[in-house]
Nanobody, 126 residues
Framework: VPLVESGGGLVQAGGSLRLSCAAS????????MAWFRRAPGKEREFVAA????????DYADSVKGRFIISRDYAKNTVSLQMNSLKPEDTAVYYC????????????????????WGQGTQVTVSS
């Protein structure tokens, strides 16, 4: 499995969670990384993404100002800090890697990502 997520769980509205995604190979440091989510009965949607060097990030409007994506190159991980969580943030969160070496901007389109984790459940209670 190229990517493994962790950190999901149950939290009350207004709380915080930190998701982490560990990449299995060192080569992932050259790829844009992103988080997507899928809520019950809904399509998979973009949440946040970052370029290979962390220089450019992008967020869905629904999470701007609340979520932060970051990379740890020593650990070969990408994290998603989620603050001020809302019940509508409830979903399975997936980590993904875009297999384009050192792309200038991260894509927000799921089909552009070649590697995916198994997902981690985030549940926000009201």
């Amino acid at each position: 499995v190229p990517l493994v997520e962790s950190g999901g769980g149950l939290v009350q509205a207004g709380g915080s969670l930190r998701l982490s995604c560990a990449a299995s190979e060192r080569g992932f440091v050259n790829y844009a990384m992103a988080w997507f989510r899928r809520a019950p009965g809904k399509e998979r949607e973009f949440v946040a993404a970052t370029t290979w060097n962390g220089g450019t990030t992008d967020y869905a409007d629904s999470v701007k100002g609340r979520f932060i994506i970051s990379r740890d190159y020593a650990k070969n991980t990408v994290s998603l800090q989620m603050n001020s969580l809302k019940p509508e943030d409830t979903a399975v969160y997936y980590c993904a890697a875009e297999a384009i070496v050192r792309a200038r901007r991260p894509s927000i389109v799921p089909s552009n990502y070649s590697y995916w984790g198994q997902g981690t459940q985030v549940t926000v209670s009201s």
